[in-house]
């Protein structure tokens, strides 16, 4: 949630109006990943309350995790602030206009890509592991049967939210440019091996798929039998 506000020389804004702008897409994100199962405002605002009162407990930095908490630009203030922001996530409305008027942002994006996050750097980023010393003529397949190998036999858990999260990918970058900038830059440090995003994202989906298919049909089976009715 306080992401915007991470990294040497940032802070949280003393100036409500200030934070609420800089927040809003992430709330939004946030928001909208709650109809997915993800977590919820209420949740997000429950950590900033606890976070506010280890602040107060530790004035001086306290326990690793504390000082990795973006602070206020008044330091002293932290403790109010977050519990202003945690306020502000509980009481949380938005007008249609503002929900549909303000960008995208990166931070909000990345919500969306949990998963690929995580294995994009691993398997085809700058140091990946399938483009390590000992995979330099290895295929973007290779990586991909990599990725599958490794995540057998816990398939039937992984691999559907991976396939989900490579169409939505192509459903919300448009050119090659964007999401290379997006999951190359901006937003992870990923890679897509010797494809173009555009091509790869629907390539990783569809061997998910067919491994899915081959290795652990069927998936599920109903309680009762079904009949299906005849045409007239």
């Given at each position: 949630?306080?992401?915007?506000?991470?990294?040497w020389?940032?802070?949280?804004?003393?100036?409500?109006?200030v934070?609420?702008?800089?927040l809003?897409?992430?709330i939004?994100?946030?928001?909208?990943?709650?109809?997915?199962?993800?977590?919820?405002?209420?949740?997000?605002?429950?950590?900033?309350?606890?976070?506010?009162d280890l602040f107060?407990?530790?004035p001086?930095?306290?326990?690793?995790a504390i000082?990795r908490?973006?602070r206020a630009?008044?330091?002293?203030?932290?403790?109010?602030?977050?519990?202003?922001?945690?306020?502000?996530l509980e009481d949380?409305?938005?007008?249609?206009?503002t929900?549909?008027?303000?960008p995208l942002s990166?931070?909000e994006?990345?919500?969306r890509?949990?998963?690929?996050?995580?294995?994009?750097?691993i398997?085809?980023?700058?140091d990946?592991?399938?483009?390590s010393?000992?995979?330099q003529?290895?295929t973007?397949e290779d990586?991909?049967?990599m990725?599958?190998?490794?995540?057998?036999?816990?398939c039937p858990w992984?691999?559907?939210?991976?396939?989900?999260?490579c169409?939505q990918?192509?459903?919300?970058?448009?050119t090659e440019e964007?999401?290379?900038?997006f999951f190359?830059?901006?937003?992870?440090?990923?890679g897509?091996?010797t494809?173009?995003f555009?091509d790869?994202?629907p390539?990783?989906?569809?061997?998910?798929i067919?491994?899915?298919k081959?290795a652990?049909?069927?998936?599920?089976?109903?309680?009762d039998?079904?009949?299906?009715?005849?045409?007239?």
């Amino acid at each position: 949630m306080l992401e915007p506000f991470d990294g040497w020389g940032n802070s949280i804004p003393l100036d409500p109006a200030v934070w609420q702008e800089r927040l809003f897409p992430l709330i939004r994100g946030i928001k909208n990943a709650e109809s997915d199962g993800g977590r919820t405002l209420a949740e997000t605002a429950s950590e900033l309350r606890i976070a506010a009162d280890l602040f107060e407990e530790f004035p001086d930095g306290g326990p690793e995790a504390i000082r990795r908490i973006p602070r206020a630009a008044e330091a002293a203030r932290t403790p109010q602030v977050l519990r202003e922001i945690a306020e502000h996530l509980e009481d949380w409305k938005h007008d249609r206009l503002t929900w549909l008027t303000t960008p995208l942002s990166t931070e909000e994006l990345r919500l969306r890509f949990p998963r690929l996050e995580q294995i994009l750097p691993i398997f085809w980023g700058q140091d990946g592991v399938a483009i390590s010393d000992d995979m330099q003529d290895a295929t973007t397949e290779d990586g991909i049967r990599m990725f599958i190998e490794e995540t057998h036999p816990y398939c039937p858990w992984e691999l559907p939210s991976v396939v989900a999260e490579c169409y939505q990918a192509v459903a919300l970058f448009h050119t090659e440019e964007q999401t290379d900038r997006f999951f190359s830059g901006e937003a992870m440090t990923g890679g897509s091996g010797t494809e173009d995003f555009l091509d790869f994202f629907p390539l990783f989906a569809r061997r998910c798929i067919e491994h899915l298919k081959e290795a652990h049909h069927p998936l599920w089976e109903p309680k009762d039998r079904w009949y299906r009715r005849e045409a007239d």
